[in-house]
């Protein structure tokens, strides 16, 4: 039996409203990535923004119909499983931006999800 980290996460239902979504709207339009070390990071920025940029849009498309903290971690999981074989400073990095997602839903935990990919 293979493990799966959304079996650890405790669903709970989050409170969602316009300004919520302005926020997360107003995420996926900044510029991400942009303190990426290392020389040359254009590449990784970009694909790691991709990546993020079409969470963000699960995210913004769905949670007004899904206010739940189970739904949203189960939307992070394709992107964390994408992220998986990048360097420790783009999971880091990604991880960050996670949080930030977190905070604007005021999820204060993963459960373990974030640990367990990055």
């Not at 409170?15 to 070390?37: C, G, M, W, Y």
């Amino acid at each position: 039996m293979i493990y799966d980290p959304l079996s650890d996460v405790v669903d709970e239902p989050l409170s969602i409203s316009p300004e919520t979504v302005h926020q997360l709207n107003a995420f996926r339009a900044s510029e991400k990535f942009a303190d990426l070390p290392g020389t040359d990071t254009a590449e990784e920025q970009a694909r790691l923004s991709a990546i993020f940029n079409e969470l963000l849009d699960c995210l913004i498309a769905g949670i007004l119909e899904n206010p739940s903290k189970l739904w949203v971690m189960r939307q992070f999981q394709p992107s964390l499983d994408a992220v998986r074989m990048e360097d420790t400073e783009g999971r880091d990095h990604f991880g960050i931006h996670l949080e930030q997602v977190m905070d604007i839903l005021h999820i204060e935990s993963s459960d373990g999800l974030l640990g367990f990919y990055l």
